[in-house]
T-cell receptor, first 113, second 114 residues
Framework: SQKIEQNSEALNIQEGKTATLTCNYTNYSPAYLQWYRQDPGRGPVFLLLIRENEKEKRKERLKVTFDTTLKQSLFHITASQPADSATYLCALEGANQGGKLIFGQGTELSVKP | NAGVTQTPKFQVLKTGQSMTLQCAQDMNHNSMYWYRQDPGMGLRLIYYSASEGTTDKGEVPNGYNVSRLNKREFSLRLESAAPSQTSVYFC?????????????FGSGTQLSVL
């Protein structure tokens, strides 16, 4: 069956370090993958999109990689700040789903000062 | 621009009651969606509307109905609420469905069914 997996355990890191979050998927061949940020009590907010033919994409302190062989995306936040504390969701287009976006359960990131 | 606006923010229902969740977007988007979010389950698609005048079932449509009233508004109705429908509901919109478009989400409705 199709599955998207993100680390269910919260990630705790020190301010200034690089946070790395993982998104693994099985039985999908997505054309693209998206990352969202969600703060408590709020809706998700789009951060980055990476296509299957792109290995890496950057936006300010954010970097996303997409390895279609490993079926994995890594999301990096460099020089992390307490304001980066949130839950991060990956989402991809399900195969044969007509563009339906499937979400992982999210990983909570906590950046300590 | 308000983006995507959902009402109400909180609601408590008794089993068997009905209610409608309202959603409106002011970004002239074609596609609109209703998701529910439960702990450990991620966001799951209930219904979507690819364009005005069309609606389709998502992953978990049972117990829900939707209406795409016009291009701006997409409502979700629970005809007879059940405790299993206790969840946080999010409305979202995008320019076009299935064209690697990002989703814009509302702030959610927290629904408790007792």
């Amino acid at each position: 069956s199709q599955k998207i997996e993100q680390n269910s355990e919260a990630l705790n890191i020190q301010e200034g370090k690089t946070a790395t979050l993982t998104c693994n998927y099985t039985n999908y061949s997505p054309a693209y993958l998206q990352w969202y940020r969600q703060d408590p009590g709020r809706g998700p907010v789009f951060l980055l999109l990476i296509r299957e033919n792109e290995k890496e994409k950057r936006k300010e302190r954010l970097k996303v990689t997409f390895d279609t062989t490993l079926k994995q995306s890594l999301f990096h936040i460099t020089a992390s700040q307490p304001a980066d504390s949130a839950t991060y969701l990956c989402a991809l287009e399900g195969a044969n789903q007509g563009g339906k976006l499937i979400f992982g359960q999210g990983t909570e990131l906590s950046v300590k000062p | 621009n308000a983006g995507v606006t959902q009402t109400p923010k909180f609601q408590v229902l008794k089993t068997g009651q009905s209610m409608t969740l309202q959603c409106a977007q002011d970004m002239n988007h074609n596609s609109m969606y209703w998701y529910r979010q439960d702990p450990g389950m991620g966001l799951r698609l209930i219904y979507y509307s690819a364009s005005e005048g069309t609606t389709d079932k998502g992953e978990v449509p049972n117990g829900y109905n939707v209406s795409r009233l016009n291009k701006r508004e997409f409502s979700l109705r629970l005809e007879s609420a059940a405790p299993s429908q206790t969840s946080v509901y999010f409305c979202a919109s995008s320019v076009l469905r299935g064209k690697d478009e990002k989703l814009f989400f509302g702030s959610g409705t927290q629904l408790s069914v007792l």
